[in-house]
C-alpha cells in the first residue's frame, strides 16, 4: 500500500491537471447545464473569438503593410510608423471607459461591439485610399477608437455568462474558455502576415492599387460580415434578456448560475468606484504585470523591419 502511494498521487495530480485544461463539461453537471454551456461555447465563445482575430487582424496590418511597399509610396522613411502605433494606442485608451461603460449597461450591452466592428472595419476600408501620411494618423486613431473594448469587454461578457470559480469540485469555468479565446490575438497577427504575402504576390496592380491597399480591403471584408453575426448572436449581459437561441429553461438556468457565481450588477459611476479600484491590491499587481507584458510584446511590432533590412529577403517571404 505504502508503495502504491506516489504513483497514486501523482495519477491525482494528472487528473486534476486533465480537469483544468480539458474537462470543459464536467460529468457532475446535469445534463440540462451542460448542454448549456455546450450552446454557449458554440456562440458567445466562437463569436468572441472570430472577432478578436479580426480585431487583431486589422491591429497588425499596418505593420506588414508598411513593409510591403507602403514606406516607399508615401515615402515614410522618419518615425512615422512608430507614431502611427502611437497613434492607434492613443485612440485605444481614450475608448476604454465610455466604451466599456455602455457594455455594462444591458439596454446596451449586446450591440456596443458589433456596431463598432462595423466602424473600424469601415476604417480599415479607408487604409486602402489614402494618399497621405496625415490621412493614415487620422484613420489608426479611429481604428484604435473603436477596438477599444475589444480585449475588456468580451473578457467582461465571457466573466459574466461563465462562472470564475471552483463548483462541484471542478476548476472554474472561464480560464480554460477565456485562454483558448486569447489565443485569437496571436491567430490574427500570424494571419495578416500571410495574408500581406499572399495580397503582395497575387493582387498587385489589380485594380490599379498595390498589395499594401489590397490588405486594408481584404481585412475589411472580413470585419464588417462578423459584426452582423454579433448582431445575430452576441448575447449582452444576462441581463440583457432573453437570447433567441435559448429557451425558457435555458434562460431560468442562466439567472441561477449568475446568482451562484456571484456576478454583480453594474451601479453607478461615483466616487466608489475609484475607492474600490485604488484600494485593492488587484489594480496595483495587474496593471503591473499588464505593462511588464507589453512591454515585452510591443517591440516585436518592429521585427519585420528588423528582417527587411537584413536584405536577404524578399517582400514576400
Known sequence: MAADSPSKAQENKFIKWLKYMFIW????????????????DLIIL???????FAKFL?????????????????SLYGNELNWLNITYLSGYVLGQIPFLL??????????VLPTLEILYGICTFCQSRITNIDQLYALRFLVGLFEAPSFAGVHQILGVWYGSRPYKG???ELFVRAGTWFLCASL????????????????????????????????????????????????????SGKPWYLNKEEYSLVLIRTKRNKIEKPGKLDRSVWKRTFTQWKWYVFVAAYISMMMGYYPTNYFSLWLKAQKKYTVYQ
Open 46 to 52: 466562437v463569436y468572441g473569438c472570430i472577432s478578436f
Open 25 to 40: 463539461y464536467p460529468a457532475n453537471y446535469t445534463t440540462q447545464e451542460r448542454k448549456l454551456l455546450f450552446k454557449l
Open 58 to 74: 486589422d491591429q497588425t496590418n499596418i505593420t506588414n503593410a508598411y513593409v510591403s511597399g507602403m514606406k516607399e509610396d508615401l
Open 188 to 239: 490574427g497577427s500570424m494571419f495578416s502576415g500571410y495574408l500581406q504575402s499572399a495580397a503582395y504576390r497575387n493582387l498587385s496592380g489589380v485594380g490599379g492599387m498595390k498589395g499594401w491597399q489590397w490588405l486594408s480591403i481584404i481585412d475589411g471584408i472580413i470585419t464588417i460580415p462578423i459584426a452582423f453575426v454579433g448582431y445575430a448572436f452576441w448575447p449582452g449581459l444576462p441581463d
Open 170 to 172: 471542478n476548476p472554474p
Open 102 to 111: 455602455l457594455m455594462s449597461r444591458p439596454k446596451f450591452s449586446k450591440y
